[in-house]
């Protein structure tokens, strides 16, 4: 376990996102999430009456259809079980989506196009992680060379610790990006 052991404690709600990548036999990508919710007791709703352990309060699903660019090509959002029965009547609204691209600024724009009442509030979470799937997915497939190596583009550069333009790492392996200082390493001997 990496965490640390934690205090006694009883279950209350389970939330479990799962994000895989695909390559379609077309050359586009699809990028899928599947979210479900479920509590650890006994769980009183308006519509669905008094729901049992483990039973399902959310099961969301959305495909994002990109090309290489990260432009978003196709949705598909299925909402197969919701609180309330008027939940999977903004599916279509996902639509919307199609011809935004994955990157700087992008969630503002989804959330102007699908936030609030023109969606839904779990599958606008969805959408970062998927972002971040579609990266990790398409990007090394088309960029990683069999050495590890990979051009690095402005939208990692300083996007975490390890790809801060003033650390070894970018000294290292992209030294025409590296902005800090040049430090002297000195050669240890045994005189």
């Known amino acids: 376990m990496a965490l640390s052991k934690p205090n006694k404690r009883k279950p209350i709600h389970y939330r479990n996102i799962q994000c895989n990548g695909y390559l379609r036999e077309d ?42 660019h990260l432009v978003i090509q196709d949705v598909e959002a299925s909402m ?4 309330f029965s008027i939940c999977s009547q903004i599916e279509d609204n996902y639509k919307r989506l199609i011809g935004l691209q994955i990157g700087r600024g992008w969630m503002q724009k989804a959330k ?10 779990h599958l606008i979470e969805l959408l970062r992680p998927m972002a971040t799937t579609a990266i990790q997915t398409i ?22 610790h390890s790809f801060s333009d003033t650390n070894e790492i970018i ?17 240890v001997t045994d005189e």
């Open 27 to 68: 050359g586009l990508w699809d990028i899928e999430a599947h979210l479900t919710d479920d509590k650890g007791y006994p769980f009183p709703t308006l519509q669905r009456g008094v729901l049992q352990p483990g039973e399902l309060v959310h099961e969301l699903w959305l495909r994002l259809t990109l090309d290489n």
């Open 80 to 83: 197969p079980i919701t609180p």
């Open 112 to 121: 102007d196009l699908v936030g609030g009442v023109e969606g839904c509030s």
């Open 139 to 160: 990007y090394p497939y088309l960029n990683f060379s069999d050495d590890g190596r990979f051009p690095i583009s402005n939208n990692v550069l300083n996007s975490c």
């Open 171 to 187: 000294q290292q392996f992209w030294p025409e990006k590296y902005r800090g200082q040049a430090v002297e390493v000195k050669e």
